[in-house]
């Protein structure tokens, strides 16, 4: 027997779909109304954790960190890179900055002291730095509410510990340490600048300095820093990137470990992780509920057609090919909401990128695991929100005629001509 | 047509029949009482016979029709077509039975409202895998002479009902079956309409040989039948009429 013209069953299903026109439409309108809802409210959502995400790499931390191998848990004072000889911070630096991905590496040292000014005396993280490459990792430079970023001999601090000392840009401190040699180090500085990160730990006990005003009070030479904080390009390729990097500055000194973000903000991980899989949920409640909806126009539409099925049974049509057309609307169901779906989501999700809906007026900053997040409702682009919404509203189609295909295939011939 | 007596002796080895039928019943289960729709029919229509079925409503002649063309499986007995036996067949054996030697003709013409007339015409032959080319010369053909040229193109709501039925018509014998059964086909027609109807499938029969059985309450088609059958509750009444 010659191949059979399988277009017909295709042909009977679109043009099944369009003999009531309205019914198509307001079920394709649920359909498509319920993609552009899932496409928005994922895009909201990624739009909402990206700014987690990079409220909470692109603060401080950045979205790679290398470390000596030791450092963790206990963050010891001795245990810099490259052991107590230290390292070439440069060749570190420009091993980690070859990298494809990395927009940023900024070398760190941490030390903890005691901050005085008159009567009052604070205990404080000290952090040592380099200005210049901060500005492309942290957002210390652009958060100086007052002054500028510490050069050597100065130091800024955050700005509830300076409403707690009193202290302004310009006055002095002094500093005191415990050094790598056992010594207490001490030292005056002058106040650059009063940052404001928003994020009470860092405002309340973090004082930046210069690294090599740190590394003089901690007597430590110049080759020794605790950390490279790097900045990548997309906060998501953050893993690949780290293992570039730890490929790439394996040979500048043994026993340094490099980490993404994933791993050194662990609960932010977790709770990205936990959203993706509510974004996940929540399209599925959209769909599923969905597909009730359509699975029941579907049965009306299948209902008016028991004669019409029974007629096609009668010439010879197989189960099989009834169970197809059934099946074939249901997919052009889906795929004509999609259509459309996507010609309204694009234009909704652009607007929500572009401007976005500033709701400080009703909810202040808040933080999440350590994140400031600004009440603002921002989308952000991204193909996995609308590819999972597009296999899910497809999908929603053809379960949706699966129930009316079981009712269409069992029309008994006899009866339904009948009309029984 | 032979009647309820016949003996149907080696049922089914020769196929110098259309269709053929063993102690045919068809009971409906219903309260109070179960429903005796066909009571014991034995029939054998001949290859190349124009039949006609008549008899009052309710007299089982739709039943008899469902179960020659394997529509309904009978609740007792055995049904043959060319001497295959289609009562013991499965259900995808059964469609490929209607598909490759059965035509149906019914009484609203039941075409398929969204194909074209022509796709309408065609649906067995597509079914059956004959190639588009092949397929349309042959519609095209059988639409001249049946009338039908320049409504290709048409859907059914388009057509007149006697088109309707002639479109049906040609669905039915497009195929080549070894069958037509058609169920009242010109009770909705006007007189006109049903004897150009009724020409058109005399034409078949005669040029083409098909096997038409038809359920009438028409005298005009129970003139022109080769042979009536007349049905009452269920059973065939008496010999066969020779008329026409």
Known sequence: MARRDNDIWWRIAWRNLWRNRRRTIITASALSFGFVAAVLMMALMDGMLEEVVSNGTRVITGQVQIHADDYRPDQSLHATMGGREGLDVAGLLAAAESVEGVTGAAPRLYGGGLVSSGEETVGAVLVGMDPGREEGVSRFGSAMREGRMPGPGEIAIGATMAETTGIGPGEEVVLVASAADGSTGNELYTVSGIFQLGLGGFDNSYALLDLGSLQDLMAMDRARIHEVAIAVEHTDAADEVAEGVAAAVAGVSEGLLVEPWSVFHEQLYFMISMAGAMNAMIAMLIFGMAIFGVANTMLLATFERRREFAVARAVGTSARDIGRIVVYEGLLLGLVALAAGAVLAVPVVVYFHEFPVDLSGFVGTYSVVGSAVRPVLSAEYSWDGPLVAAVALVFTGILSALFPMWRAVRVPPADALAGR | ??????????????????????????????????????????????????????????????????????????????????????????????????????????????????????????????????????????????????????VEDRFPPKLSGGQQQRVAVARAVLGNPALVLADEPTANLDSVTAEALLDV????????????????????????AGRLIRLVDGRIEGAAVESG
């Open chain 2, 1 to 150: 047509m032979q009647g309820n007596s016949e003996s149907n002796g080696a049922s089914g080895a020769a196929a110098d029949y259309a269709v053929r039928t063993e102690e045919l019943w068809k009971i409906y289960p219903q309260d109070p009482r179960p429903v005796e729709a066909v009571r014991g029919v034995d029939l054998t229509v001949a290859s190349g016979e124009f039949v006609a079925m008549a008899g009052p409503s309710g007299s089982g002649k739709t039943t008899v029709l469902n179960l020659l063309g394997g529509l309904t499986r009978p609740t007792r007995g055995r049904v043959w077509i060319e001497g295959r036996e289609i009562t013991a067949l499965g259900d995808r054996e059964l469609a490929a039975v209607r598909m490759n030697r059965i035509g149906f003709v019914f009484q609203s013409y039941n075409l398929l409202p969204v194909l074209t007339a022509l796709e309408n015409a065609e649906f067995t032959l597509l079914l059956q895998g004959v190639a588009a080319s092949e397929r349309h010369e042959r519609v095209r053909g059988l639409f001249k002479e049946i009338g039908l040229e320049g």
């Open chain 2, 201 to 224: 499938m005399e034409k078949l029969n005669r040029t083409k040989g098909t096997t038409f059985v038809f359920s009438t309450h028409d005298p005009r088609v129970m003139e022109r």
